[in-house]
């Protein structure tokens, strides 16, 4: 199958042109507000891949919506709520860094970062209204785009909780991965492109049952690489998710192969943030590989990436769709460590 990325990068070059172009006319509605609106546009401009506005323009034209000005404008939204979720994220995990460059809360604080989320929120909820689309479209559309704020928000919840808790089963971090972001990341943005298009019901549970398996193992590998990714790809910190203590399913696989005070050990080390000296982090890394954590963890990511595409095959869409989707599920779970 040929790659697909040339057409799915002009397709983000113009998410990136309708964002700059839609947060400019909100600067000049809102004057008070443009300081915020500066650091959004900051915030986004600072890179990313733009996966759920792509994921979402892709379901609208599986589900035979055509291209233009109103697909652009509904899927760049979604762009504005992950900018929502990351700002808050990072205030949660007293994150400094993020793609490279300095947080919204590193640079602002607290008070100032929660307030340019949820600006950011509102207006992913504005861009997604005044994309043009009639109004049936858009109450169609509502009910994933609303489904999946509920869900990174419990999942943030769980995940907020998790961190004080020392046990964690390989289920209950499944589930958090889900929530917090598979479905936000790719189940649900298909789900709101296919629904503004006038999807079957049909064609909707076969996107669900691709980007369900895809989106999950997409977590899975932003986990992979907090803990063993090249700063420089990833932009953050290759310690951070051992230092902040992350109880995720690479976590949970480690914690359920040790016994004893090697299990003690890990788990008091582990989340230790600046205590924690190089070596420590180093020889917890190696705790992953060595308990067959990291190789679990992959071969779960392996599965669950194939059960998706397989799902995909079995939608027999034309060439062009299968393509465009395949490349992006492995954009989504093939980055590299």
């Given at each position: ?29 809102l ?66 860094e993020?793609?490279g ?56 919840y ?5 961190a ?22 790719i ?33 899975l590998?932003?986990?992979?690489l907090?803990?063993?990714?090249d ?21 949970a ?27 420590d ?10 308990s ?43 980055r590299?460590?």
């Amino acid at each position: 199958m040929p790659p697909f990325w040339p057409e799915l990068a002009a397709s983000v070059e113009e998410f990136d042109a309708f964002l700059a172009s839609f947060l400019q006319s909100k600067r000049e509605e809102l004057s008070e507000a443009r300081p915020m609106i500066d650091e959004i546009s900051r915030s986004i401009s600072a890179g990313g891949k733009r996966l759920r506005p792509c994921f979402c323009y892709w379901g609208y034209r599986a589900a035979g919506g055509d291209d233009g000005a109103q697909i652009v404008a509904a899927s760049s939204s979604l762009e504005l709520l992950h900018t929502f979720a990351l700002v808050h994220d990072d205030i949660m995990d007293r994150s400094h860094e993020r793609r490279g460059l300095p947080t919204t809360y590193s640079l602002h604080g607290t008070d100032v970062a929660l307030l340019v989320g949820d600006l950011a929120l509102v207006l992913a909820d504005a861009a997604l209204m005044e994309s043009g689309f009639e109004p049936a479209a858009l109450r169609r559309a509502f009910e994933p785009y609303s489904r999946m704020r509920q869900q990174v928000i419990a999942g943030q919840y769980l995940d907020v909780v998790a961190a004080r808790a020392a046990e964690m089963s390989v289920e209950k971090a499944r589930r958090i991965a889900v929530l917090k972001s598979g479905r936000y990341t790719i189940q649900e943005p298909l789900a709101i492109g296919a629904a503004l298009a006038g999807a079957t019901s049909d064609l909707m549970k076969g996107l669900a049952a691709f980007g369900g398996p895809i989106g999950e193992a997409f977590q899975l590998r932003d986990d992979l690489l907090g803990s063993f990714g090249d700063t420089s790809e990833t932009g953050k910190p290759a310690d951070s998710d051992i230092r902040q203590g992350k109880r995720h399913v690479l976590y949970a696989f480690a914690l359920g192969s040790l016994e004893g005070s090697a299990r003690s050990s890990f788990q008091q080390r582990w989340g230790g943030g600046d205590s924690l000296s190089s070596e420590d982090v180093a020889e917890l890394k190696q705790i992953l590989v060595d308990s067959g954590a990291r190789a679990r963890c992959e071969g779960l990511l392996t599965g669950l990436r194939d059960q998706g595409l397989k799902a995909l095959d079995d939608l027999l869409l034309d060439a062009e769709l299968s393509s465009a989707l395949t490349e992006l599920a492995l954009r989504a779970t093939d980055r590299v460590l």
